[in-house]
Structures are given as C-alpha cells and as structure tokens.
C-alpha cells in the first residue's frame, strides 16, 4: 500500500487551526476580557459556583478554571476618571474611601473596576 505523508502534512496545515479555534491557550492562563452568556468579563468572576473562575477563550467555550490570587485582573495605570488621569490607585468617588483602580485605561468609558 503506497504511503502518502505530504498530502497527510498538507490536509493537517489546513483544518487543524480551524478544528484548534476553541481550544484554550496552552498555557491555561485565564483570557481577559472574555465574553460570558453576552456580557463581557475584565476579571474573575462568580456565576452559580463558589469560588471564582475565568474563561481560557476570548469567548467562552467551555474551557475554564478557578482562580488563584495570580489570576486576578491586574489594575491598568495610568486611567482616566472623570476628568483627571491616574497613576495609581484612588479613593476618588468611593463612599467609603477605599482605594480602587480601574481594569481599563478608561473607566468613563468601561467603568469595570477593583478595590486595591
């Protein structure tokens, strides 16, 4: 029986990124921003579980993991809120003074957050 290894490379090179498509990143960190049930996510989050997860895909597919304290959206400096721009974190607009930041460059904009 004759053996034909380039056209099994050739049809491998083709199909195999659009079967990949939904497969998390390899490294089985978590994606932010992802979309969940078409709404999108800039950090962890808790839907009918206890602890909080993240999508490995840009859009969820299926493919997740809890989070540990590593996995945590990072606060993004320098951002914009209201009109004034900052470096760090602030306590600007928090009833109860507690520092917060903002997991976007523009929070006007996004207004997806963290307290710090």
């Known amino acids: 029986m004759a053996q034909c290894p380039g056209l099994l490379l050739v049809l491998l090179w083709v199909f195999l990124p659009h079967c990949m498509a939904g497969i998390p990143n390899e ?59 900052y470096w760090e974190c602030t306590d600007d607009g928090d009833d109860m003074g507690k520092k917060w930041c903002s997991l976007t460059k523009n929070y006007n904009k996004d207004q997806v957050w963290k307290y710090c």
């Open 27 to 85: 490294d089985g960190e978590c994606v932010f921003p992802f979309w969940y049930k078409n709404k999108k996510f800039y950090d962890c989050i808790k839907f009918g579980v206890r602890h909080d997860w993240c999508s490995l895909n840009k859009t969820f597919q299926g493919y997740w993991k809890y989070c540990t304290a590593a996995d945590f959206a990072p606060c993004v400096f320098p951002f914009w809120y209201r009109r004034v721009i």
